[in-house]
């Protein structure tokens, strides 16, 4: 991924710090210039929304994202946020974690943005990643994907195509996935260097905005900038990677500098989850990144807890959480290491009253279904787990689980359904077919049940007709 980042997002930008905030202040109007006027027919049209589909769906075939559940709600959440308040974000927008340890985040046509685990694992505060994001929605939203895709003499869709191929290739072998993209995209390149700097200039200013807007700090933006400065001797690889792929000027900082200037004294406060998850995201991929000394001392447990679990000491890792949480977090993990050591009754306790007030929770239900599994009441296991309320990104483990508890609750149409799903999610449709059709025959279907299910056939006929 780190070879051909450009050829993608335009040299994406990383950057910011700090977050949930209440801006009680009249955002300055900045007098942006408009590079995505020429391109707006193009942006945020069906056809472009299918490319998105299409391509998050492959990248999560690749195996190369992070499907944690947790992980998946979090990052989503903050995208959400900033793209809510983004300049005609009528795109749809999906954000991903992918496996890669280089600093680096893109976007892709259709509104994929993707961040690198190295990336979220060396930022500072939620809003230095946040800014990243921003960032990276300006340039779908600014349209300079779609110009770039536009300009070039190539075919739209196989320059996405392209793109995609050289980023799933890139991931396993740098070389050939810079091979593909310079075959297939050489005539674009000199276009797209001859923009590029006022393509990522705008990304800048448009992302100062869209982080304003949602709460973020502005000010971490220039911060973050002026740090990688800093790193520019060569003395971290992962660092001037990304400066590689995202050139830096004293006239960019400076600029960036004074427009967050002119948003005024940031009056918000960190969210403690960008902390949590972060260390979660650290144990996950085995980063060899260390634990920041500066951590309050309940993360620090929660991360050391973490690593034992991801060792498989389930019983030091409970014994280290002392069986209390303080937040969502470590509830969850708690309630992991209990299934893990069969305490399923304990997992239900503690569970049962935050599902009351977070009713469909996907992160909570799953470990809260297999408890009552576990317990022999798979259809009150299948109950919760159906409250959830589906969408594309919803996780892999999150299907899995239902198929599993519905095929226990003897729901059989469900569990066909479930499986459907997945594959849906990652592209493999002629399975995903199969499946649906299989649902249809079960004796157990209702009659509401079974129009949707082949409604969902229909729909997905259509879908890859196209």
Known sequence: MKTLLWFVSFFSLIAVLPVNAELNLELPDLNLPDLGAQSRSYAGTLKEQHSGLKILRKLRRSNKIIEDPELSVWIRSIGHKLASNAPRSSSSFFFVIAKNPSINAFATPGGVVVINSGLILHSKTESELAAVIAHEIAHVTQNHIARMISKSKSNQLAA?????????????????????????????????????????AEADRVGLRILARAGFNPVGMPNFLNRLEQFADNRSANMTEYLRSHPLTLKRVSDTRIRAKQFGNYR????????????????LTNARTPIPANLPANIKKYSRALQLKQRGNYQAALRLTG?????????????????????????????????????????????????????????????????????????????????????????????????????????????????????????????????????????????TSK
């Open 160 to 200: 996405g195509a392209a793109v995609l191929a050289g980023v799933l290739a890139s991931s396993k072998d740098p070389q050939a996935g810079q091979a593909i993209i310079s075959a297939s995209m050489a005539g674009m390149a000199h276009q797209q260097l001859s923009f590029s700097r006022e393509a990522e």
């Open 268 to 283: 918000g406060r960190e969210n403690i989850s960008y902390l949590y998850m972060r260390e979660k995201l650290r144990a």
């Open 323 to 463: 069986n209390s949480s303080h937040n969502l977090s470590e509830a969850i993990l708690i309630a992991q290491l209990l299934n893990k050591q069969r305490k399923y009754q304990q997992t239900i306790r503690i569970l049962e009253p935050l599902i009351k007030i977070y009713p469909g929770d996907e992160v909570l239900s799953i470990p809260l279904a297999q408890a009552y599994v576990a317990k022999g009441q798979a259809l009150k296991g299948w109950k919760v787990l159906n409250e959830v309320n589906i969408s594309e990104q919803t996780s892999l483990e999150y299907f899995e689980a239902l198929q599993e508890t519905a095929r226990l609750a003897r729901k059989n149409s469900q569990a066909y359904r479930a499986v459907a799903n997945r594959n849906i999610r990652t592209g493999n449709y002629k399975a995903a077919a199969l499946q649906l059709r299989r649902a249809i025959k079960q004796t157990d279907a209702s009659e509401h049940e079974l129009l949707d299910l082949q409604k969902q056939l229909t729909l997905l006929k259509a879908f």
